[in-house]
């Protein structure tokens, strides 16, 4: 019966105060927005988090949705804005805490140093590398690589959601893809001048 009424029409009732046409919005997107925010912050419990707080926040704006874009555009927008509000906080927060580190005289960069891998998570660290890569991408370019190759959502899609062209998407994404691949040259030419 859900599938059968569409955004539009629950997003109306939604605005009236009817809280089960707005559950039936939120099961409807919640395993989507729950994947995109999981790519951004590789963390279950703070994506978990972090998923909450942008229903409570569609809830709470739900008032101003108008309808001049689609509701998922809008949706994902908000999700996204979320994202990257919580990596400019972690950001600030990692920044803090090397300041205070370097502070007290201890060495981060001996740590690591010292860290032992095992051929058998090799694998498994490479996937995690290229996370990290993606992680890494100004939040323009990340957006858009997350919704292009982990939601796989067309260029048309992510164009609505960002309101932009869709020829600025896909030269981000070019870009993107781009200083990825600079980063794996420059990872392999160092790997390949230790022996």
Not at 65 to 74: A, L, N, P, R, V
Not at 85 to 100: M, T, Y
Not at 151 to 177: G, H
Request: net charge neutral; glycine share 4%; charged share 30%.
């Amino acid at each position: 019966m859900e599938h059968l009424v569409d955004d539009i029409e629950l997003v109306r009732r939604a605005q009236k105060g009817e809280g089960a046409a707005f559950d039936v919005l939120v099961k409807r997107y919640e395993s989507k927005i729950t994947g995109l925010v999981y790519r951004y912050v590789r963390d279950t419990d703070t994506a978990l988090d972090l998923v909450q707080d942008i229903f409570f926040k569609i809830f709470r704006n739900l008032v101003n949705f108008k309808g001049e874009s689609k509701f998922s555009s809008w949706i994902y927008r908000i999700a996204i804005n979320d994202c990257i509000d919580h990596k400019r906080r972690l950001k600030v927060r990692k920044e803090q805490s090397l300041n205070q580190i370097q502070e007290y005289g201890y060495d981060v960069a001996d740590e690591r140093d010292e860290a032992n891998i095992e051929d058998s998570h090799l694998a498994q660290l490479e996937q995690a590398w290229v996370r990290r890569a993606v992680a890494d991408l100004p939040p323009n370019q990340q957006s858009i690589v997350v919704m292009k190759v982990y939601q796989d959502l067309t260029f048309d899609q992510i164009s609505e959601i960002l309101d932009e062209p869709v020829s600025t998407v896909k030269s981000r994404l070019y870009k993107a893809l781009s200083n990825l691949g600079s980063v794996m040259r420059r990872k392999q030419v160092i790997e390949g001048g230790r022996t």
